[in-house]
């Protein structure tokens, strides 16, 4: 199954941005739903047996609500911001052990503008990240190797996310991963034009990136007592 992501989808979200507000949203949900929730939708469904072939503990959910597919809809209970949309969207390719938990995804998302793909583990809770940076003291050669895997870095532009200015409390400030000790998040990131993202073997070169994210995908896992 292929999918192709047409120029409506990026359209949508520039004309949304123009018209953030519940009476244009309603008067073009036909337009969401058509070039942006249902082309989302069969990507994802595309996704599923892509994702068996790399690793069969990765899961994607091709529902409208509490699957793989990020809300249209903004949170504003807590926010000076009450815009009520979004404005991009983005598909998540969970662990088996759920979407809530600090562990290993995949991670797409398009605004109007840009898009981008990424793997790892983003914002990992304290426990989650404790661990992950003890794997890297307890077995730096093996980081080594999976940060300097030459088919992962052919792929992906590197190691992306925030970081700590100073070293975590309880490691090594002069251990030779400290930077990569110091991080916060523990992803591979890459940009995407919306020419990229638009593409008819988009979904293609997304495999080909999840698949080549496989080592950190691993370390990560390990780390955290998961199987992938």
Request: aromatic share 12%; charged share 30%.
């Amino acid at each position: 199954m292929s999918v192709q992501f047409e120029g409506g989808l990026p359209k949508f979200f520039r004309d949304l941005a123009k018209n953030n507000d519940k009476e244009w949203f309603t008067a073009n949900k036909g337009r969401f739903e058509s070039e942006v929730q249902t082309p989302m939708l069969e990507f994802v469904t595309a996704m599923q047996p892509r994702l068996g072939r790399i690793s069969k503990h990765m899961v994607a959910e091709p529902r409208k609500s509490g699957g793989s597919l990020t809300r249209i809809y903004r949170d504003t209970r807590f926010s000076k911001d009450k815009k009520p949309y979004n404005t991009y969207m983005a598909m998540r390719f969970f662990h088996e052990t759920g979407p809530k938990e600090s562990a290993p995804r995949f991670y797409i998302h398009v605004d109007g503008e840009r898009a981008g793909i990424a793997a790892g583990c983003w914002h990992p809770d304290s426990p989650a990240l404790a661990r992950i940076r003890t794997a890297i003291v307890e077995d730096p050669g093996a980081w080594t190797r999976t940060r300097n895997d030459k088919k992962q870095a052919a792929a992906w532009d590197g190691l992306s996310g925030e970081s700590l200015k100073r070293p975590p409390r309880g490691f090594d400030a002069d251990h030779r991963h400290i930077e990569d000790i110091k991080r916060k998040d523990f992803i591979l990131y890459t940009p995407l034009t919306l020419k990229e993202f638009t593409a008819p073997d988009f979904v293609d070169q997304a495999e080909a990136r999840f698949k080549a994210a496989r080592p950190l995908m691993r370390f990560v896992a390990g780390a955290l007592d998961l199987e992938y």
